[in-house]
């Protein structure tokens, strides 16, 4: 089956997080690879300022049944996309996220002062964004893959075994001595686990 990827990256902005991926996986999928303007060193457009437009900018890209891949703070924009589009979308995968939770609790660490040290051009809004979306999972009936590096201290194992528990149609896989940016510097080890979840 031909599927379309959606990749959302995380708040480093940049679309190419996933071209890694994205050429390990069968060239008859059709691929659109998605930046955030404003963050990271991406360009800024006054049409994105904040997790709402962010959200909207994702939802043009869905085309039909897509499957979205998202990373991080895309992540959450996938969350509010599964919960507003569900007939758009045939899958989920979520890697170290909060998906739109509050993750202090479970032993996250706060990225924001690095991020902003990063990039001090970002948009603000990056850092501000703290919407809690947990009560809302049971409605995600979406099979979902939740793929987790053990030795993240920014999305620790902890948060996806909570994603786990709440949405309804999720199966976590944990990445040995994966960092936070897993997905993208390993993604000949998660490459496979993905094209597997799609058979779901």
Known sequence: MAHH???LPGAGGAASFWH???ALLPASWRKTYLSWPGLGHEPHEPALQ???DAVAHAARALE???VV???SMGGAVAVRLALAHPDRISHL???ATSGGMDVASLGASDWRGDYRAEYPKAADWILNERTDLSAEFHRISLPTLLLWGDADPISPVGVGRQLERLL?????RVLAGGDHMFARDRAGEIAPW???HLLT
């Open 50 to 52: 904040g997790i709402d």
């Open 194 to 196: 993905i094209a597997e």
């Open 168 to 172: 309804p149609r999720a199966r976590l």
């Open 93 to 95: 995968v979520l890697t």
């Open 64 to 66: 039909g049944p897509s």
């Open 69 to 71: 891949v998202a990373q």
């Open 5 to 7: 990827v959606l990749f």
């Open 20 to 22: 890694p991926l994205g």
